[in-house]
């Protein structure tokens, strides 16, 4: 089963622990210490739209794009209300193409870890390069290797309403994978429950490699930040911040 399918329709209530409007204003506050204004946003990789819907809240113009489409439907869904409505794409982060440039692109929770193939995370760097605007910023997080490495061998169990999902972790030290096996269970009306399972992929990359592919597509490293804090990251972070900005042409 490709990912996010069966996760779709219930990962807002299984991740309503996330602080989705720390990043949100974690970003803005970037976008004043970098003294830029943009106006266009992609979000890359949006997921359910929570980021979306929080910058489209505050007046910017933003477009969703993701490669699942039960996710994409679950964005329009929370963004319907909204008095101005994003536009959702379904388009992966490695065949992104617009119609046009935009002033910044953003890409929260980790999406950038799924890009598990170096060749992969270079493409998708590239098209961001493409169609971001030069001066424009990609602020963008990661997990690191210290917190994959940290959960591997345990499992977690988060239940919510009807869903009951229970998750392992593995994670090997070579290749800087950690694969995640998910089984949710659904109840239904009847009492019985129906077993979907997924499994994810992440890859840790160091800022050392995140700098080099950034530097051959056109755009320079500007800051690298801890967990939606503005000082450099600690030994033990889990999640770090980079903010990476597209040359100017010469």
């Known amino acids: 089963m490709s990912i996010y399918r069966a996760m779709a ?49 505050r007046g910017y113009d933003v477009i969703g794009a993701d490669s699942s489409p039960d996710m994409l439907m679950q964005a329009a869904n929370k963004c319907s209300s909204l008095p101005v409505m994003p536009t959702f794409i379904r388009q992966s982060m490695t065949d992104l193409d617009l119609y046009g440039t935009v002033d910044a692109v953003v890409s929260f929770l980790d999406s950038v870890n799924y890009l598990t193939d170096p060749r992969d995370l270079d493409r998708a760097f590239g098209r961001v390069s493409l169609f971001l605007n030069p001066g424009g910023l990609f602020v963008f997080d990661l ?82 930040y801890g967990n939606l804090k503005f000082r450099a990251p600690k030994p033990e972070e889990e999640r770090i911040f980079f903010v990476a900005k597209k040359k100017a042409r010469s």
């Not at 204004?37 to 929570?50: F, K, N, Q, V, Y």
């Not at 009492?191 to 997924?198: I, K, P, V």
């Open 9 to 57: 329709r219930h990962y807002d209530a299984l991740t309503d622990d996330v602080p989705y409007g720390a990043f949100a204003d974690f970003l803005e506050k970037i976008f004043r210490r970098e003294k830029t204004a943009p106006e266009l946003i992609l979000d890359l990789a949006c997921g359910t739209g929570s980021v979306t819907k929080l910058l489209a809240e």
């Open 143 to 224: 997990n690191t290797a210290c917190k994959l490495s940290s959960i591997a061998g345990n499992s977690f169990v988060r239940e919510t309403g009807d869903v009951f999902c229970v998750w392992q972790a593995a994670w090997e030290e070579k290749t800087r994978l950690a694969a995640f096996y998910l089984d949710l269970f659904e109840k239904k009306k009847d009492g019985r429950y129906l077993r979907e399972s997924e499994d994810h992929r992440e890859r840790a990359y160091s800022v050392g490699e995140i700098r080099d592919v950034l530097e051959k597509n056109g755009m320079e490293l500007r800051r690298v």
